[in-house]
């Protein structure tokens, strides 16, 4: 999921209450070094945030920088889009693995099988 983040229009759209998910450290290393050079800052602190999803407070929208700040409830850090999965990101679910594990690795299911 590299070079994966929120888009802009997303971002914008975003209003109190909205969920959204931080990446995964290997995307946002992999992204952005490892330094993690994102607008808004990253901290080593906030590394156990990554994959976890967060509710909106409020987003600051400031015409003197070109990014915009996301800050959530419950939780003292601020978040530029780049450190978001995109909002159309669903991941994969534990049944998609499997049906991927049988078709791929086993050569199919089966009982789906005629």
């Excluded at 975003?14 to 808004?40: K, M, Q, Y």
């Excluded at 991941?91 to 050569?107: A, D, H, K, N, Y």
Aim: with cysteine.
């Amino acid at each position: 999921m590299y070079d994966t983040y929120m888009s802009e229009e997303a971002f914008d759209n975003l209003t109190a209450g909205d969920e959204v998910t931080v990446r995964s450290l290997d995307d946002l290393i992999h992204d952005f070094g490892a330094d993690i050079n994102v607008p808004c800052g990253w901290s080593s602190d906030m590394d156990e945030l990554c994959g976890q999803t967060l509710i909106v407070d409020y987003v600051e929208r400031d015409q003197t920088i070109d990014f915009g700040i996301l800050h959530t409830k419950n939780c003292g850090w601020s978040f530029s889009r780049q450190m978001l999965e995109p909002k159309e990101y669903q991941g994969v679910s534990q049944e998609e693995i499997s049906e991927l594990w049988e078709s791929m690795i086993l050569g199919g299911n089966d009982d789906k099988k005629q």
